[in-house]
């Protein structure tokens, strides 16, 4: 009787196995790809870079590239290189392609507005990435800057008992760098023994050496100083090595924004100062970009704001983990991983379809 029971068990286990697999496969079989996806290679989204240098936009460009092949659809990049008028002329220019849609990556609201309006008015959909436009037809991808301000402000006040001489590196002109900065202003209140006594920081084509030099004159002007929030991690990483080169690793702590392979081994290399950062993957940010223009291309309605959640990294987690580049940073933190955002049914099984 136990064999005849557990012949039955296994004959039930395997129909049901059948029926789910079925069921899964006649799930794909049904999803419907849109028709512009048919030929998916024909599909033409443009992504338009401000800026190129450090290997956070090395990481997102990478990410952006691997979901466009997953996708089959062809991807054309251009980066300006901080050239405003050029990143205008760009965007002018893949108007004049007909492409499906643009992602604008960075960049300043009022020389792109009109080229964004003329895109749309001519079919082109578009989204941004770290640009705000008053357009609800555009949804916007950031990292949740404004909690990314918050996060790594109170981190240094928190740590600091409330009483810190902070050397600031940031500039104005940058949609996430603005908003982060509204975060420090309200910590800076919150924590009044959190003071600012130094404040530097530029957008250069070699920003982390041009910070470098910048610290160095404020390591002499200001010998009180004690700690640095760089709200970029291209300030951070000229911050620590002129902190490094001063022999002065013990005096300083310092806080940053955004994550890399070359980030972390700063921060775990010995006596590093770097202790903490906030920040997401700019590998899946890039991929997010890429599958929300391809949704509109398809189709979907998108909401306005993409937020992508941010972590809080420590050197002291780095160091716990043994984590020495990004894929290790990952698999210890899978909240850093593959955003969930924007993922229609059609899109996955395009991608299966890919895969044959």
Do not use: C
Not at 30 to 55: D, H, M, T, Y
Not at 62 to 67: E, I, L, N, P, R
Not at 101 to 114: E, K, S, T
Request: proline share 4%; net charge neutral.
């Amino acid at each position: 009787m136990r064999t005849g029971s557990a012949k039955v068990k296994a004959s039930l286990t395997i129909a049901v196995l059948i029926l789910v697999v079925a069921g899964f496969a006649f799930a794909q079989a049904s999803v419907q790809i849109p028709k512009k996806f048919e030929n998916p290679k024909n599909v033409r989204i443009a992504l338009v870079r401000e800026v190129g240098e450090g290997s956070f936009f090395e990481r997102y460009l990478a990410g952006a590239q691997s979901m466009a092949r997953e996708l089959g659809i062809t991807l054309l990049e251009a980066t300006a290189h901080g050239d405003m008028a050029r990143m205008v002329t760009m965007v002018e220019n893949f108007i004049a392609q007909r492409v499906d849609a643009i992602i604008i990556d960075h960049g300043r609201p009022d020389p792109l507005m009109p080229k964004i309006l003329e895109a749309l008015e001519k079919g082109i959909k578009v989204v941004t990435f770290d640009l705000v436009v008053d357009d609800d037809r555009v949804p916007e991808i950031e990292q949740d800057d404004l909690l990314i301000g918050y996060l790594i402000s109170k981190q240094l006040a928190v740590d600091f008992g409330g009483k810190a001489n902070v050397v600031y590196i940031n500039v104005g002109g940058f949609a996430p760098l603005d908003k982060r900065d509204r975060m420090w202003q309200v910590i800076k209140w919150r924590f009044p023994g959190v003071k600012e006594v130094a404040k530097t920081g530029a957008v250069t084509g070699s920003t982390a050496a041009d910070t470098q030099t910048r610290m160095e004159a404020v390591l002499k002007e200001k010998p009180e100083a004690n700690a640095v929030l760089a709200m970029w991690d291209e300030f951070a990483k000229g911050a620590v090595r002129a902190i490094i080169q001063a022999g002065k690793s013990s005096q300083f702590r310092v806080y940053s924004v955004d994550i890399t392979t070359e980030d972390i081994q700063m921060m775990i290399q010995e006596d590093s100062p770097w202790v903490a950062t906030v920040g997401t993957d700019s590998y899946a940010v890039g991929r997010l970009a890429v599958r929300a223009a391809a949704a509109l291309v398809g189709g979907e309605k998108l909401p306005k704001y993409l937020l992508v959640e941010p972590q809080l990294i420590t050197r002291e987690f780095l160091l716990q983990n043994n984590i020495t580049n990004m894929d290790e940073l990952v698999r210890a933190l899978p909240a850093l991983g593959e955003s969930n955002l924007v993922w229609p049914n059609w899109m996955k099984a395009l991608i299966e379809k890919n895969k044959k």
